[in-house]
């Protein structure tokens, strides 16, 4: 074990290497500030120019893309309400807020501590999770998975802000927005609209999100005018926002440990994604908060919760390494790196290449502390871009999201998909419906459709989401949700 290590520190220590970490991260940072252009589209880029490369070195280039992303995409989310990243979409909730309140500083600090001392723990569970892997992969199926967006799901119809029926009523819509496409059991298209086929693998993820974030969010900018900023940024010296935003995390610790959990775990279960950890840990901490009801209004505990869970990269390394099967979009383009440098990822992987292993971990961990010293020093500059008045900031930020919701699939109906979310988006708003709820119910809507499909078919045995101690688990979990807050209630009428 210590042998491999040192193999790794020492390539790590070597000054083409940590160039190439840091091209890799800031290439990854550029990827993550454009919506709808994720640190995906990086990656595929930079992937055949690896070839040649010593198989350390390619890794450690790709590491530091997938260790910036995170970051990255949580800027335009905090400052203007559109997330970079997918991943990202839980930090608008309450970044966005205190960017409005003139906090913009503070909370892209936050956000930084937050994702780099996040990625830091996730490691250390990573490591000690190595000989442990192959029982936390396998005791997740399909209806455990079920389960767990279930749970999630049970969540955000009990957490949305303000009116709980909207918040039902939005959640809802967003499942049957997720329904949209080709049934994974019968086949059948629902919902096709009478397209010939561009609805027939259902909504597209990126352009739905860069019309319900970017554009319904540029028609509020339109509408209001003004700035994005009331009353002009609280921030009076170069670095007071940022230090404000690192004092503000240890102030929250709880919150920081279960979202940073929370994101490991959903991170080592294959298919699952880095969006579905983020609202779990947001609706997580909301359920369990003392002060729930100003989440979504600027409370920074929102944006530890959002912040902290998007270490789920470091532990989807485990099930690509240890089994060839990737946790995620991201590693899985690694696991193509990996196959194309000459590697088979597996079992066989961790006990011959325990190198690699230790580069990818190694790696990560500088990536994301490149990336958090990038966006601390440039918190201030970036919060200044939320002075400026709206009628410069609307052409400029509708023009990059709808070449984002292009450029993800080069299809013109994606940009005709992300204008018609905006206009969605912001009549919702506009009434009092929480978008939260559409886009939580909108992730899990599917994934739970197609988990429940495969826990059926694999098992025959409706009963089986009960039989299974993990899933009974999760079971008892939602009820617990259900019932904290009635408990609540009931004392408060007392």
């Known amino acids: 074990m210590l042998d491999p290590l040192l193999v790794a520190a020492g390539a790590l220590l070597q000054p083409q290497n940590i160039f190439l970490v840091a091209v890799g991260n800031l290439t990854g940072l550029l990827f993550g500030l454009l919506p709808g252009i994720t640190v995906l589209a990086a990656m595929s880029i930079l992937l055949p120019f690896t070839i040649g490369q010593p198989p350390i070195s390619a890794m450690y280039l790709f590491i530091g893309i997938m260790g910036s992303g995170p970051f990255g995409g949580a800027v335009t989310s905090i400052l203007f309400n559109i997330p970079g990243e997918p991943t990202s979409a839980a930090a608008c909730f309450d970044g966005y807020p205190m960017t409005r309140r003139g906090e913009a500083a503070k909370a892209l600090g936050l956000a930084a501590a937050s994702a780099v001392l996040a990625s830091i723990l996730g490691l250390a569970v990573l490591i000690g999770l190595i000989p442990l892997v192959r029982a936390v992969v396998y005791a997740f199926g399909p209806p455990e998975f079920f389960m767990l967006l279930m749970f999630g799901l049970a969540t955000v119809a009990i957490a949305a802000p303000g009116n709980t029926l909207k918040g039902i009523v939005t959640a809802g819509l967003g499942v049957l927005i997720s329904l949209i496409g080709y049934d994974p059991i019968t086949g059948v298209l629902r919902f096709g609209l009478g397209s010939a086929n561009y609805l027939w693998d259902g909504v597209n993820l990126p352009a739905f999100f860069v019309g319900v974030f970017a554009v319904g969010e540029v028609i509020s900018y339109y509408v209001a005018g003004g700035t994005i900023t009331q009353g002009g940024a609280r921030v009076h010296s170069m670095l007071e926002g940022t230090l404000q935003g690192i004092r503000e995390l240890f102030r929250h610790p709880r919150v920081f440990l279960q979202g940073s959990i929370v994101g490991s775990v959903v991170g080592i279960l294959p298919g699952i994604g880095g969006t579905v950890s983020n609202f779990l840990s947001y609706t997580l901490a909301m359920q369990t908060s003392k002060t729930r009801d100003s989440y979504g209004k600027g409370n ?85 871009l939320t002075t400026l008045d709206v009628k410069f900031l609307v052409p400029t930020i509708l023009v990059i999201s709808l070449l984002g919701a292009y450029a993800d699939r080069e299809n013109a109906w994606d940009v005709a998909l992300a204008i018609g979310s905006g206009v969605l988006a912001y009549g919702l708003s506009r009434f009092g419906y929480p978008i939260v709820t559409l886009v939580i119910g909108f992730v899990m809507g599917r994934l739970a459709e197609r988990a429940f499909a495969q826990s059926l078919q694999m098992h025959l045995d409706p009963l089986i989401f009960f039989k299974r101690p993990v899933s009974l688990a999760l079971f008892v979990l939602m009820v617990v949700a259900f019932a904290v807050p009635l408990v609540r209630n009931m004392r408060k009428k007392k």
Do not use: C, K, Y
């Not at 959002?306 to 995620?328: C, K, R, Y």
């Not at 790196?337 to 079992?347: D, S």
């Open 300 to 384: 920074p505990e929102g944006l530890v919760a959002a912040m902290s869970a998007t270490n789920e990269d470091t532990g989807a390394l485990l099930p690509t390494v240890a089994f060839g099967i990737p946790g995620s979009a991201s590693t899985a383009l690694l696991l193509g790196a990996l196959i194309l440098h000459g590697f088979n990822p597996g079992p066989l992987f961790i006990q011959e290449h325990m190198e690699i292993v230790w580069a990818l971990v190694l790696g990560l961990l500088l990536a994301n502390i490149i990336a958090a010293t990038v966006g601390l020093a440039g918190a201030n500059l970036l919060a200044r």
